[in-house]
């Protein structure tokens, strides 16, 4: 029997803004301290250039099983990204053309799969932000039971519906709502430091073109760092 709970609420249109100006790599950077958050590096996106930020509605298939993942497509709507476990399985695809061109005309703003997709061409013309391990042209079964919006495990990753995803060209992260606001302020933190740095290392690099060196662009951390090893 496949179990199908609610949909979680939204998250905030201002939270997904804040979102939109940062990355993957910004927020694994706020994650790192908790060791959490940072799906497989084979999840990636299909095509160059998709990207997803979006509230998570989460799916839980069994192995070469995607008679659940149909389900949760059509009970999706704007807003929401599909994250669905397909256990790492690679034997068979779990959707190709038909069923992501079904996500993106209900108004899904994605899919991740820990898994294999098909059609690749199609879904690249598609341009609709799918996330996946590989391809494989061999089709999936629709026979088992699965369950959608209870907490899964998505590329190594636990994630509970209602919690935010982004995906980019480096892979996909997860933060949940509770460590939305401690993340995104580390992150901006780090965005503000890095926006500053390339600024730095523009003009030092313009400057010594016209032969002008005084001073360096090693950064402020690295002595201290060096120095901890008496190099």
């Known amino acids: 029997m496949n179990r199908l709970k609610p949909k979680p609420p939204l998250i905030s249109k201002s939270i997904i803004e804040r979102a939109k100006k940062l990355n993957t790599t910004l927020i694994a950077d706020a994650l790192h301290d908790s060791n959490t958050g940072v799906m497989d590096y084979k999840i990636k996106p299909v095509s160059s250039g998709m990207k997803v930020i979006a509230t998570a509605m989460t799916v839980d298939m069994r192995a070469g099983d995607n008679l659940i993942l149909h389900q949760a497509i059509y009970g999706g709507s704007e807003g929401y990204v599909l994250i669905a476990d397909g256990k790492g399985h690679k034997e068979n695809a779990y959707l190709g053309e038909l069923m992501a061109g079904a996500a993106h005309a209900v108004g899904l703003e994605g899919i ?5 997709v098909r059609d690749k061409e199609a879904l690249c013309e598609l341009g609709f932000p799918i996330f996946a391990k590989g391809f494989t042209p061999k089709g999936p079964c629709k026979e088992r039971p699965g369950e959608v919006n209870t907490t899964i495990t998505c590329g190594g990753v636990t994630v509970h519906p209602g919690d935010l995803v982004i995906g980019d060209e480096d892979g996909v992260v997860v933060v949940s709502q ?12 780090k965005l503000a430091y890095e926006q500053k740095r390339l600024e730095e290392i523009a003009e030092y690099g313009s400057e010594r073109k016209k032969g002008v060196t005084t001073g360096d662009i090693e950064p402020s951390w690295l002595k201290n760092k060096i120095g901890n090893f008496n190099m």
């Open 112 to 116: 991740i799969i820990d898994g294999f």
């Open 178 to 189: 509770i460590k939305i606001e401690d993340v995104f302020s580390k992150a901006e933190k």
